[in-house]
């Protein structure tokens, strides 16, 4: 039993918790990839319109997961927020499921199907740039992982943005360090990440990816900071669950009904 939470710490347990059962319940993959970014996806959605999302507004805010991977989380927080039914949510990775292993458009709240990776913040700025003229109030957030971004079309997109000095536009990176079953600086070094943003012309932040506040504190500046912003996460693959945790095996195993168990009780605080 571990230390009372706060509400933050509390709302990121349960989709922590749903995530799991889901991925059991499915026999899928990618627990890692789904932990590591939670925090990210609680901070987003308790700063976007999640009215104007659910009702799918033409002007509303606008999140787009790159990091296609990690839909059990996507669609646990959407649930978690009263975007997605969550006995919708109980048929993730079934027979004849909207809800697959990668995001899709088809499911409310998702505005675009991602998985072939490197391509959704190329979308989230085309999003931008028309929000820019329909709604300056309205705000596009983009997911990537820290392995994706070594894919060459995210950095076509970061010169045009950077040029355009689009600060409706704010891109979160999940610095976990692992793409699929290695290290991610065993394939190409990007470090220090944040450098190679600022030198793109960015305000690039490093935070704790796993503090929703300290998330939510900088994005709460990126309307008013002199460039546009890039957060850099620094997050732990498998974050939550002690067995899987910084183990880059956990991109692709599945949850057995003891591994679930134990998944499951690492998941507790005094008050459950």
Request: aromatic residues 6%; negative net charge; hydrophobic residues 45%.
């Amino acid at each position: 039993m571990g230390e009372s939470i706060g509400a933050d710490d509390r709302r990121c347990l349960q989709v922590r918790r749903e995530v799991v059962r889901r991925l059991h319940a499915g026999s899928a993959s990618h627990l890692g990839s789904n932990m590591s970014m939670v925090e990210i996806l609680v901070a987003i959605y308790s700063t976007v319109d999640i009215e104007g999302i659910a009702v799918h507004k033409r002007t509303r805010d606008r999140v787009v997961v790159s990091k296609g991977h990690a839909a059990a989380a996507t669609y646990a927080t959407l649930a978690e927020f009263g975007i997605l039914d969550a006995e919708v949510l109980r048929t993730y990775h079934t027979n004849g499921t909207l809800l697959a292993g990668h995001v899709s458009h088809a499911v409310t709240g998702v505005e675009h199907s991602t998985g072939a990776l490197g391509h959704g913040l190329n979308v989230a700025l085309g999003m931008a740039i028309g929000l820019s003229v329909l709604d300056p109030d309205a705000r596009v957030f983009c997911v990537c992982g820290d392995g994706e971004i070594q894919e060459g079309s995210n950095w076509e997109a970061l010169m045009l943005w950077s040029h355009l000095g689009l600060k409706n536009l704010v891109l979160a990176i999940d610095h976990n360090r692992i793409s699929s079953i290695t290290r991610t600086h065993s394939v190409i070094n990007m470090d220090p990440l944040a450098e190679r943003f600022a030198g793109f012309g960015f305000r690039a932040v490093t935070v704790d990816g796993h503090d929703v506040s300290a998330i939510q504190a900088v994005f709460d500046t990126a309307s008013s900071a002199d460039r546009p912003t890039v957060v850099v996460c620094e997050t732990t693959k498998g974050k939550g669950i002690p067995f899987a945790e910084d183990d880059p095996i956990w991109h692709y195993r599945t949850l057995n009904d003891e591994l679930l168990a134990v998944a499951l009780a690492a998941l507790q605080d005094e008050e459950d």
